[in-house]
C-alpha cells in the first residue's frame, strides 16, 4: 500500500498543469486495447424498469439511458460510462470477464482536480474486484486525498459494469 | 467600563445578525455536496432581476406533430422539459437538428447522435465509432408505413438506420417518392409555446452561487463586500470589548 502512495504522490507531483477537458483514450482505442483491434460488434442491453432500479441503488440517481451499448468477444464484456465525479462528468472504460473486473481505463477526466484517479497505481485495484449480494465491490478501494469524489464516482461506474455484465448474461 | 459596557451591547445586538447570517451561510457552504447546493437550481423571477439576468428564449426551433425541441446557448429544452445530459458541454456544440423518428425524438449536433422518448428520457448517446461518418451535416428520417429510418448526410454520403446500431449507406430509389428522407429543418416557434419557452429558458443560477454571494455580502452589490468587512469588524471589537470587560469583571470581584 505504501508503495501505491509513494507512486501517487510522484505521478500527482508530475501532472502540474490543470487541465479542463482531457481526453486520455478514444472509445475506439479502447477498445481495440481490450479486443486486440478485433473489436466485436456493439450488442445492446435494454434498461429495463427492474435493471434501471437496481442500477439506482448503484448510482444513487437514475441511469443516464435507456439503452447500454457494450461489446463482447471471448466471454469479455466491455462498457464505456460516464458519472459525474463532482461537477463534470468522467468517461472510463471498464472489461469484466467471469464476474470480475479486468481492465479499467479512464478515457476523459473534465475536471480540475482529482485527475489521478486515471493512474494504473491506482486503477490497478479494480483488477479481480467482484460484485457482492449488496451491490458492493468485494473489495476496499484505496481512495485518493483530494480526490474522493472522482474515485467514489469510478466506484460506482465499477459497480455498475459488474452489475451490466451479469444482466447481459441473464438475456 | 460603562462606556465599554454600553457599546459591547450596541454593537453586539447589531453585529448578532450579521452573525447569525454569516454562520448560517457558512455552515451551508460547507456541506454543499451534503445539501446538494450545486444541483438545485434557482430560477426566482425577482432574484434573476436582481442579478441582472434576463431570460433568453430562441425565437426558431424545431417542431414535432406533438412537440417541439429549441435550444440557447448549451440549454436543450424538448416539450418544456430541459435535456440534462450529464453536463457533457462539449457534445452540445453545433447542433444540427432535430427530427421525430417514430416514436423517438432524435437530436445532433456535428459529431453527436442523441436518442429521446418524447418525455424528456434519454434513449442513447451516439458518437465516435458508433457513427457512420462525422460531422454531421443534416439529419432527417424516412416515416414510411414499414420501419421508420433515421438518416445522417455527411460530407462521405448519407447513412440510414433502423435502430441506431448499424448504417448503412443511403439509396434513394427514384421511382418511390416515399423514400425521400426528410431534413430536419428550423423553424419560427408558434407564440402559443411562448409560457413553456420562457418557463425552459428562463435564467437560472445554482443556489451554491447564491448563498457564496450571500457570504461575501457580493449579492447586496458593489458595497456588499464592505458591509460584511464592518460586520467583520464589529465582531472583532466585540471579541476584544468581551475579552476586556471579562477581565475587568474578573478583577473586580475580589472587591465586592
Redesign the interface.
Given at each position: 500500500m505504501q508503495v501505491t502512495a509513494v507512486l501517487l504522490l510522484v505521478a500527482m507531483m508530475v501532472a502540474t498543469s490543470a487541465q479542463a477537458?482531457e481526453q486520455y483514450l478514444?472509445?475506439?482505442q479502447f477498445?481495440a486495447e481490450v479486443f486486440a483491434d478485433n473489436?466485436p460488434k456493439?450488442e445492446?442491453l435494454w434498461v429495463t424498469k427492474d435493471v434501471a432500479k437496481q442500477a439506482e441503488k448503484i448510482l444513487g440517481h437514475a441511469p443516464?439511458?435507456?439503452?447500454q451499448?457494450y461489446w463482447k468477444s471471448n466471454g469479455k464484456t466491455a462498457w464505456i460510462f460516464?458519472?459525474?465525479g463532482?461537477?463534470?462528468?468522467i468517461t472510463a472504460g471498464f472489461v469484466v470477464s467471469d464476474g470480475k473486473i479486468v481492465q479499467v481505463r479512464v478515457l476523459t477526466y473534465r475536471e480540475s482536480r482529482g485527475g489521478e484517479v486515471r493512474y494504473p497505481a491506482f486503477l490497478k485495484q479494480y483488477q479481480g474486484a467482484e460484485l457482492q449480494i449488496d451491490q458492493h465491490l468485494n473489495r476496499n478501494i484505496d481512495g485518493i486525498s483530494g480526490a474522493t469524489?472522482s474515485v467514489n464516482a469510478m466506484n460506482r461506474m465499477a459497480r455498475l459494469a459488474l452489475y451490466f455484465d451479469r444482466m447481459s448474461r441473464v438475456e | 467600563m460603562r462606556f465599554v459596557r454600553h457599546w459591547h451591547a450596541r454593537v453586539g445586538v447589531m453585529a448578532a445578525i450579521f452573525f447569525l447570517f454569516l454562520t448560517l451561510s457558512g455552515l451551508a457552504l460547507n456541506h454543499t455536496?451534503a445539501l446538494g447546493l450545486?444541483k438545485h437550481e434557482v430560477n426566482n423571477t425577482w432574484l434573476m432581476r436582481w442579478y441582472g439576468f434576463k431570460p433568453a428564449v430562441p425565437t426558431h426551433g424545431y417542431l414535432f406533430e406533438d412537440g417541439y425541441f429549441a435550444a440557447s446557448g448549451e440549454r436543450w429544452v424538448m416539450n418544456g422539459h430541459v435535456l440534462l445530459?450529464?453536463?457533457?458541454s462539449?457534445t452540445r456544440q453545433h447542433l444540427v437538428g432535430a427530427i421525430a423518428w417514430g416514436d423517438m425524438r432524435a437530436i445532433s449536433s456535428e459529431d453527436h447522435l442523441f436518442?429521446y422518448?418524447p418525455d424528456g428520457?434519454?434513449?442513447?448517446?451516439l458518437?465516435?465509432?458508433?457513427l457512420p461518418n462525422t460531422p454531421i451535416k443534416r439529419l432527417g428520417s424516412i416515416n414510411t408505413d414499414t420501419v421508420p429510418q433515421l438518416v445522417l448526410e455527411t460530407a462521405q454520403g448519407s447513412f440510414v438506420t433502423e435502430d441506431?446500431?448499424a448504417w448503412q449507406i443511403l439509396k434513394v430509389a427514384k421511382t418511390s417518392a416515399t423514400a425521400h428522407p426528410v431534413w430536419a429543418s428550423e423553424q419560427p416557434l408558434p407564440s402559443t409555446l411562448s409560457a413553456s419557452l420562457n418557463r425552459a429558458f428562463g435564467p437560472s443560477l445554482p443556489l451554491e452561487r447564491i448563498v457564496l454571494d450571500l457570504h461575501s455580502g457580493r449579492i447586496f452589490g458593489r458595497y456588499g463586500p464592505l458591509l460584511m468587512d464592518i460586520a467583520a469588524l464589529g465582531l472583532i471589537i466585540l471579541s476584544l470589548s468581551g475579552v476586556w470587560i471579562y477581565l475587568r469583571s474578573v478583577r473586580r470581584k475580589p472587591h465586592h
Open positions: 477537458i478514444k472509445p475506439e477498445l473489436a456493439q445492446v443516464n439511458q435507456l439503452r451499448r460516464d458519472e459525474v463532482k461537477e463534470e462528468p469524489l | 455536496d450545486v445530459d450529464q453536463g457533457l462539449e436518442l422518448l428520457t434519454r434513449v442513447d448517446n458518437s465516435g465509432a458508433a441506431g446500431l
